[in-house]
Each structure stands twice: as C-alpha cells, then as structure tokens.
C-alpha cells in the first residue's frame, strides 16, 4: 500500500542553522513527490515537488528537497533557518492516475532565536 | 487573485445538527478538492470534482457527508446529521487544468466543532 513517514513530529532548531526535514514513502512506482508548508491558522502552501528530472528540486522560501529512489526519501533541506520559517511541514506523495494525493502526519518545526 | 475563499472560518454547533460548509475556488480553475483534518488522521481527500462533475468520492467517510459544485465558482461541504467525531478542520483547494502535475491552492480552512 502507498504511504507517506514522516519520523519527527516535533524539530527545534536555533536561527541560522541548517535544517533537514525527513520524508520516506512507500509506493510501487515512480512517484510524485511535493513538500507543503502550513502556518498557523492558514492553508497549505506549496514549497516545491518533484516528478522527473533533476532529483534536486528548488523551491520557494529557500527551500530544497532531494529524491533518493534507492532510499525511497524525499528529505527537505534549508542551510539557514529563520524565524518565520516555524510551521508545520508536510510531505505528499501523487499516486498515478489520480489526484488522491496521500500526505504525511507532519513534523512542527519550531525556531529559535 | 484572491485565492481560494472558504467560510465559516470557524463553526460550532451541536450534535445531529446540519452542516454547510463553501468553497469559492480561484477563477479558472478546473479542479477543486475537499480535504478533512484531524490530529488522528492527518490530512485526508475527501472528494475532488473535475468542471464541477464529482470525480472519486471514495475518501468521503459515510452517508451523512455530501459535496456538490452547482457551478465553477462554488461548491459546498454539507454533514447531516453532525457528529462529535466530524470535528476537524476542512481544507477547499484548487488546482488549474493540465493534470495531476498542477499545484493544489489551499483555503485557509474552516475549523468545525460539533458538541
């Protein structure tokens, strides 16, 4: 069955350091891969995804995310963290065929100055 | 663009109780989704509507839950009756046409509690 790992719940991080989000899937092909981020009260905000290609995508706000197939990860990466970056991120994988995209229970990114 | 609108932005009502939750999708959008969250469940599909035709309903948790899109710039959510365990948080988004490949915008959401 397809599904989406997000291991950390809860990640604390100081401003200015690096960060790396970790996103594990499970899915019989080459999936589509996309990284949302949620502020509080808000919707989901696209940051960046991936469907072929580059297995580095860029995304907006600084954002990076890289796909390893052989580790079935699609991790997200920023190199210096600011405060506005604290929300709550999630990982969706895109099944063929359809828009029943699964997402990830989230991890809550929480910065400190 | 003012991206997606979805009101209430917070409901509180009792059980048994009917509830109609709306979405107002971005002009020229194609695809429109209904998403359920809950601490237990995370974020779920509920349903998704392609030129306002239902799609895949399958997400839709039983009987008493019910979207309709009369037309390209509304749709509704309705819950009848309510229930203590619909409480959760209600996503809308929209997606433009050219495929599964587009971006999902999300609404701010709207918090459902039902007592």
């Known amino acids: 069955a397809q599904s989406v790992t997000q291991p950390d719940i809860h990640i604390t991080v100081s401003e200015g350091a690096s960060l790396e989000l970790r996103c594990n899937y499970s899915y019989g092909a080459t999936p589509y891969l996309f990284w949302y981020v949620q502020s509080p009260g808000q919707g989901l905000q696209l940051l960046l995804k991936?469907?072929?290609?580059?297995?580095l995508v860029q995304g907006i706000k600084g954002f990076e995310a890289e796909f390893k197939r052989s580790q079935s990860s699609f991790n997200l990466r920023k190199p210096s963290v600011h405060w506005s970056d604290a929300a709550e991120y999630f990982c969706a994988v895109g099944p063929s065929g359809t828009y029943k995209y699964i997402f990830g229970t989230g991890t809550r990114l929480k910065v400190l100055a | 663009d003012a991206g997606v609108i979805q009101s209430p932005r917070h409901e509180v009502t009792e059980m048994g109780q009917e509830v109609t939750l709306r979405c107002k999708p971005i002009s020229g959008h194609d695809y429109l989704f209904w998403y359920r969250q809950t601490m237990m469940r995370g974020l779920e599909l509920l349903i998704y509507?392609?030129?306002?035709?239902?799609?895949?309903d399958s997400g839709m948790p039983e009987d008493r839950f019910s979207a309709k899109m009369p037309n390209a710039s509304f749709s509704t959510l309705k819950i009848q009756p309510s229930e203590p365990r619909d409480s959760a948080v209600y996503f809308c988004?929209?997606?433009?046409?050219?495929?599964?490949?587009?971006?999902?915008?999300f609404g701010p959401g709207t918090r459902l509690t039902v007592l």
């Open positions: 988004a929209s997606s433009p046409v050219g495929g599964r490949t587009d971006t999902q915008y």
């Open positions: 991936y469907f072929s290609g580059d297995t």
């Open positions: 509507f392609n030129n306002n035709v239902p799609i895949d």
